[in-house]
């Protein structure tokens, strides 16, 4: 039987349950690493490079794997094999992606295992499309022109998320290959169009993690 000066055995594992499936809640995105063969020294370079909108957490994978279905985030188990961290992106998606793809170009031991973004799990590849999207500054350069009349949209569209912006930048791009027009009014409709089909998409995936 515990004293008041001691914890259960589990009460440490509750805790750190709790931390991680918080973290989950709390993220934008996350990706999931395998880090063999990386010295602490490496760890902390990547933590440092991934900057303060990203915690990158070392954990065992049950502990994982019980914070997610705490979380409602599924899809992830067939990652958690071997030592595994998970960067939990509080920012930009896109810049975390592009922080990771960069620090394994000099430190191969690290492995992009997958990920988790608006609903859904991430392969490895589709992983490494993210950190491949140009900047945010092109791709709202690209849009710019769109915008011009429509300020309420464009101001929405300097505070969306990088993924987003890449998604309308391809969807004005296929109506003007589609249409061969290249006037600011298909353009904004094109924009527009896309932006209310992925805004009819978020509330499901949202009453899903609040079920769970």
Same mark, same amino acid.
């Given at each position: 039987?515990? =004293?008041?000066?001691? /914890?259960?055995?589990? *009460?440490?594992?509750?805790?750190?349950?709790?931390?991680?499936?918080?973290?989950? /809640?709390? #993220?934008?995105a996350?990706?999931?690493?395998? %880090? /063999?063969?990386?010295?602490?020294?490496?760890?902390?370079?990547?933590?440092?490079?991934?900057?303060?909108? @990203?915690? %990158?957490? @070392?954990?065992?994978?049950?502990?994982?794997k019980?914070?997610?279905?705490?979380?409602? @985030?599924?899809?992830?188990?067939?990652? +958690?094999?071997?030592?595994?961290?998970?960067?939990?992106?509080?920012?930009?998606?896109?810049?975390?992606?592009?922080?990771l793809?960069?620090?394994? /170009?000099?430190?191969?031991? &690290? @492995?992009?295992?997958?990920? %988790?973004?608006?609903?859904?799990? &991430?392969?490895?590849?589709?992983? =490494?499309?993210?950190?491949?999207? !140009?900047?945010? !500054?092109?791709? +709202?350069?690209?849009?710019?022109?769109?915008?011009?009349?429509?300020l309420?949209?464009?101001?929405?569209?300097?505070?969306?998320? *990088?993924?987003?912006v890449?998604?309308?930048?391809?969807?004005?791009?296929?109506?003007?290959?589609? !249409?061969?027009?290249?006037?600011?009014?298909?353009?904004?409709?094109?924009?527009?169009?896309?932006?209310?089909?992925?805004? =009819?998409?978020?509330?499901? !995936?949202?009453?899903?993690? #609040?079920?769970?």
């Open positions: 039987m515990a =004293t008041e000066t001691e /914890r259960p055995p589990n *009460a440490d594992k509750v805790a750190a349950v709790a931390e991680i499936a918080a973290e989950f /809640r709390d #993220a934008s996350m990706v999931v690493t395998e %880090y /063999r063969g990386l010295s602490m020294k490496q760890i902390s370079q990547l933590r440092r490079s991934l900057g303060s909108d @990203v915690t %990158y957490t @070392v954990a065992k994978n049950t502990l994982v019980r914070a997610a279905a705490d979380a409602g @985030v599924e899809g992830l188990d067939d990652l +958690l094999v071997g030592p595994t961290a998970i960067a939990f992106v509080s920012g930009e998606p896109v810049d975390a992606a592009k922080a793809r960069d620090f394994q /170009r000099d430190n191969k031991a &690290l @492995v992009v295992k997958g990920g %988790y973004m608006e609903g859904r799990a &991430l392969s490895a590849v589709e992983v =490494t499309q993210l950190a491949d999207l !140009e900047s945010r !500054e092109v791709l +709202l350069g690209k849009l710019a022109g769109a915008m011009k009349g429509n309420t949209k464009a101001a929405q569209l300097f505070s969306a998320p *990088a993924s987003q890449a998604r309308l930048a391809q969807a004005l791009q296929d109506k003007r290959a589609a !249409e061969g027009t290249s006037s600011t009014e298909d353009a904004v409709a094109a924009v527009e169009s896309a932006d209310a089909e992925a805004a =009819t998409e978020a509330p499901a !995936e949202t009453t899903e993690t #609040a079920d769970a």
